[in-house]
């Protein structure tokens, strides 16, 4: 069974800066892409950084880039995203999920939840 | 960026009745469109990928249709599982970007 189990999410101020991990199972983790989307409460999904098997083709939204930074370790099968220059408008719900390609986001997480406010 | 808009933004059917969800890419994205169900509290769901392709499980009132910039999924007899938002998503291009969604509601 596929499970995809987000962490790292909580309350940081303004500027600050976030880690959050997911910890994959259930598949062969170095054979998919994975990504990071989100959600801010009651609005709709936003995707927000992608990451290919082996890690060397990273992407972004206009939104984050220059601050956001999406890694992963094959070794650990973890995603990571570093949030840094965080602002109000970065506050939702992260959730991990699955690329197929060609297909799309067939496995998420459950999310979590990020608030940047003073 | 590939910018995706849905319409209507809410829907009212009554169950039992069909249902038909608009989606329009500001430029082509061929056949890469995926859409997805999603209901409160929950990770949204893949319904159908490759603009018609149903998923695994997906019952077959579910359709996907259109190619380019025009696509439509259509529920032929909502179900009370069936009301939720549902969004829009292509593949064809990064950034991969979604649509705003559309409410399914109980008329």
Known sequence: EVQLVESGGGVVRPGGSLRLSCAASGFTFDDYGMSWVRQAPGKGLEWVSGINWNGDSPHYADSVKGRFTISRDNAKNSLYLQMNSLRAEDTAFYYCALYIDHVGFEYWGQGTLVTVSS | ?107
């Open chain 2, 1 to 107: 960026e590939i910018v995706m808009t849905q319409s209507p933004a809410t829907l009212s059917v009554s169950p039992g009745e069909r249902a038909t969800l608009s989606c329009r890419a500001s430029q082509s994205v061929s056949s890469k469109l995926v859409w997805y169900q999603q209901k409160p509290g929950q990770a949204p769901r893949l319904l159908i990928y490759g603009a018609s392709t149903r998923a695994t499980g997906i019952p077959a009132r579910f359709s996907g249709s259109g190619s380019g910039t025009e696509f439509t999924l259509t529920i032929s007899s909502l179900q009370s599982e069936d009301f939720a938002v549902y969004y829009c998503q292509q593949y064809n291009k990064w950034p991969l970007t979604f649509g705003g969604g559309t409410k399914v509601e109980i008329k």
